[in-house]
Each structure stands twice: as C-alpha cells, then as structure tokens.
C-alpha cells in the first residue's frame, strides 16, 4: 500500500556517499511512490580518500578540493535515486568533514565535530537543522544512532544536531516560524547478520576484488532492529548512486568497497530502529515495514 498522499520524508547524513550506502534503496523506493523526500548533508567529505586517480590532487592535503567535486557526484547519486530535494546544513561548504576522530582534520576551524566542544557552533548547526525540518515538515526523520553507525565523528555529530533539532523544531518559543512535531523519528540500524552474510557472499566470489572478513567491523544485534524495508525493486537505483559517488567507492557487480577495500553487499532492504513516535502495524517477525506505518 502507497503512504497516504502528502507524506514527507527527511534523511539526515554526514557526508555525501552515506545516504545511499545506507538509505538509497529506501529513498529511491519512497521517492518512486510519490513521497516527498529530502536529503540534508552535513558536510561535503573534504577528507575522503580518493580512489580515482585522475582526482588525486584534490585531496585534502594538496587542493583541498574534493568538496567541490563530491557535491556533482552527490546531485547524480540524488538522480539515480529518483530525489529531487537535497540540501546542505547551514549552505555546502559551512560545516567541513572533520576526518575520523583523533587525526588533525578534527581541529579545521570548521570542522562538524567542533560543534561537540563549542557551545556556540552546536547552536547554530541545530538551528540550521531546525530551519530545515521547519521548512520541510517532515512526518518522518531518518538519522545515525548515538553512536554514529560506526563511529565516525561527523556521523555522531550528525545525530546529536538532529536529535536536538526535532526537539528544537517542536517549541513554539524556539527561533522563528511555525513550530513542527515530528511524528516519527528512526535511526539506521545495519544489523551484523548482514554485513556477515555480505562477506559470506563476496568469499564464495572469487571474482570479487575485495576484502571480505569474518567479523563484522560494526553494526547492531538484530534485536534492535524495528523496521525492515524490502526496497529490493530499487537495488539497481542504489547501484547507479554508489556508481555517481566514483571518487569514494569501488562497485564490483553485487559489492562495493570504500578505500579500505572491505566488502559489502548492494542491498535492497534496509532496516531501522524507531527511536521516538508511536509503531505501526508489525509482521510477524515483529517488524514494522513501512516508516510511516501508523501515520493518518
């Protein structure tokens, strides 16, 4: 069943490239049944490595350009997707990607993560973000949980802005414009079980140039898990988006890697953890599968 006419969908990511590791088979499947969907990106991914050779001296360390060329690799990721909407917190280029935590990217005078030691910089990304939800009002958020799906800083940043920002956006007293409650709000929850069968997958392919370890580096227990989408029809569009995003990542057929070379599997379902807004109809596995199960 299509979501009622009208429903809004945000997605809050770090920097380009995570809204569709994470949440491209979602977005494209909500976007294609006539949901209004919205990507805001915190970050530009200054500091991501290249893996494209030509673009090398973009780098962080010599141009310092890579924003530039991540932001057309972003709006052709959105065009695959099939989402017409997509924003950058604050404007592109006003929050920089902060690097993994503890390197010296941490310390940029605009680095998202200086927002976990400056008051005031945290201020002003949540009103940024409560501009957006304002605007958008969205009957849906999507964002990391506490811990940043893997830890990356810009990622924990992402949910600490975002989380304070639904609150924020509901307050009347709060800034200016009509205050919005958001309904529903998820964080991305990539169960272990998947990843593992993922690198099962890619160790019965020996074509597959890619690293593919026993162990999971991250991810949650399946018990956490609340949503389950079965975006499946859309694999392909979310094959065409990590394709857009050349500098950051590798596809190979079924897989893909980042620059650490470790294997994953393009997916179809993705799944999510309801944090906040009251679950709608569950199957039998307990899983709601539709975010705005639930929502008149």
């Not at 090398?56 to 709006?75: K, M, Y």
């Not at 006003?94 to 945290?122: C, I, K, Q």
């Not at 609340?226 to 897989?255: C, E, N």
Request: glycine share 10%; proline share 6%.
């Amino acid at each position: 069943m299509p979501p009622p006419a009208g429903h809004r969908l945000l997605l809050v990511h770090a920097h380009p490239d995570d809204e569709t590791i994470t949440t491209g088979a979602t977005m494209a499947h909500y976007a294609a049944r006539g949901v209004a969907v919205t990507l805001l990106t915190c970050t530009l991914g200054e500091e991501g490595e290249i893996l494209v050779p030509a673009w090398a001296e973009l780098a962080a360390d010599r141009a310092d350009q890579l924003g530039g060329l991540r932001i057309g690799e972003l709006a052709g990721a959105m065009r695959a997707l099939g989402v017409a909407d997509h924003r950058f917190l604050g404007a592109a280029g006003r929050y920089r990607d902060s690097g993994m935590l503890g390197t010296p990217a941490n310390e940029h005078p605009r680095a998202f993560w200086r927002a976990a030691a400056d008051p005031e910089v945290l201020a002003a990304a949540v009103a940024d973000a409560v501009r957006v939800v304002r605007d958008v009002r969205p009957h849906v958020v999507v964002t990391y949980d506490d811990a940043g799906d893997y830890g990356h800083p810009d990622h924990v940043m992402a949910h600490r802005v975002t989380t304070a920002a639904v609150t924020a956006a509901a307050d009347a007293s709060y800034g200016t414009g009509p205050a919005w409650s958001v309904p529903k709000l998820y964080w991305t929850a990539t169960p272990r079980s998947v990843l593992t069968r993922g690198h099962d997958a890619a160790r019965g392919r020996p074509d597959v140039p890619f690293e593919s370890p026993a162990v999971p580096a991250f991810g949650v227990p399946d018990d956490v898990v609340t949503t389950v989408i079965d975006a499946s029809a859309h694999a392909a569009a979310k094959r065409a988006g990590l394709r857009a995003h050349a500098t950051q990542i590798l596809v190979h057929d079924d897989f893909f890697a980042l620059s650490n070379r470790i294997a994953r599997e393009i997916d179809g379902v993705e799944h999510f953890r309801l944090v906040a807004g009251a679950s709608g109809d569950r199957d039998e596995h307990g899983h709601e599968r539709d975010l705005f199960a639930g929502l008149a």
